[in-house]
């Protein structure tokens, strides 16, 4: 098990049972897009993590901050100096729980309730996604909004066309039993 992994599962710790089947994210593909007056700024990120837990239902995500690649890399270095302050904040982290899940039910619509941290800021969300099984593994796909300015994530005066104060975030995590 890697260093992401146990650190997840001991962000979990007590809270979820001794029962019930777990997952851990073996892939993770997690995007941000922002559409602006005078360019649409977007960027990937294939490095977080995440642990659900089937009987209890909570689920924490992990997502480095540095990890995110723009097609340019100016905008990579604005990103994580001046904006994100990623040595400051390195990571974006959710942990809360589903809702609306039915195990074993093979395709269904969800909602995670919980409390998502980005630039060093908590606030307690509500995020509706999907959660299906296939080939034995289990997916959780959503796309969800997010105000900058809910985490202070402060844009200069002069930049205001370039970026949105809303981005769109999308995530998609692989689970396998662990």
């Known amino acids: ?16 049972t001794a029962y019930g089947q777990k997952y851990k994210s073996v892939e993770s593909y997690v995007k941000f897009f922002s559409e602006a007056t005078l360019e649409n700024i977007a960027a990937d990120n294939k ?9 209890s239902k909570q689920i924490v995500f992990s997502i480095p901050i540095t990890s995110f690649k723009f097609d340019k890399s100016l905008m990579q270095e604005h990103f994580n100096e001046n904006y994100m302050e990623s040595e400051k904040y390195p ?29 060093g800021v908590t606030r307690t969300i509500n995020v509706d996604g999907v ?12 796309v969800f909004p997010v105000r900058l300015e809910d985490y202070k994530v402060k844009i200069p005066q002069v930049l205001w066309q370039n970026i949105a104060e809303e981005v769109e975030v999308t995530i998609n995590f692989i689970y396998k039993p662990i």
């Open 131 to 142: 959660m299906e099984y296939k080939d034995g593994k289990l997916q959780l796909n959503s």
């Open 1 to 16: 098990m890697n260093l992401k992994a146990k650190l997840l599962m001991a962000i979990l710790g007590l809270s979820i």
């Open 47 to 55: 490095d977080g993590s995440s642990v659900f837990d089937e009987e």
């Open 91 to 119: 990571k974006a982290i959710f942990k809360g729980e589903v809702l609306n899940y039915e195990k074993g039910k093979a395709n269904q619509k969800v909602t995670a309730k919980g409390d998502m941290t980005i630039h």
